[in-house]
């Protein structure tokens, strides 16, 4: 075999160079071919509407996602290179063209590289695990210990990072709800606990 009058040995696969006029020849005989080289189609598809930074709260779930041209193609998962396996925890989902890893409960070590491959094709992702924010601010104005007279009120407060925050309150590891002589109180960022008559 003969590619543009140069004698051929075996090689792998095909690049772009490879196209051009080739030849066979046998007992002086020719064949002459010719191969041009056309590129793959694209395996992954709308790549413009792909996430691939995804910051994940501690907890809950980060959903790595992306779509593909054929919906018959196998996807691979890889965290810094490794193999993922379908889990609890690490979950593969197939959905007519769209491949995803739902990572649940996220911890810090989940935080990383990740890749998609499929037919040899690959999209890199990244996630980051975000600290969560203190749920108490101005701790150092909170009253811990409160001398209660009897029969009179004892309130017990603190202030939230946000607004929206809800709060349980607890006795002695009991869980406290509101009653004729302990009232939960939520104004804005403040958490009251009444004491109605100590």
Known sequence: WYKEGK???????VEKKDAGEYTCEASGQKIN?????K????????????QKEVTAIPNESATLSCEVSDGKAEAKWYKEGKLITSSKK???EVEGKYRRLVVE?????DAGD??????GQKINFKIRVKEPEPPFINLDKVQK???????????????????KMEVKWYKEGKLVTSSKTLKVESEGRSRRLVVEQV
């Open 114 to 119: 990740y890749s998609c491959e499929v037919a």
């Open 90 to 92: 690490l979950r593969l």
């Open 39 to 50: 590129e793959p189609e694209p395996t992954f598809i709308n790549q413009d509407k792909v």
């Open 7 to 13: 004698l051929i040995t075996s090689s792998k696969k």
């Open 145 to 163: 210990e409160i001398q209660a007279v009897l029969s009179q009120k004892a309130t017990l407060s603190c202030e939230m990072a946000q607004e």
């Open 33 to 37: 071919f010719k191969i041009s080289v």
């Open 105 to 109: 409960q996220v911890e810090k070590k």
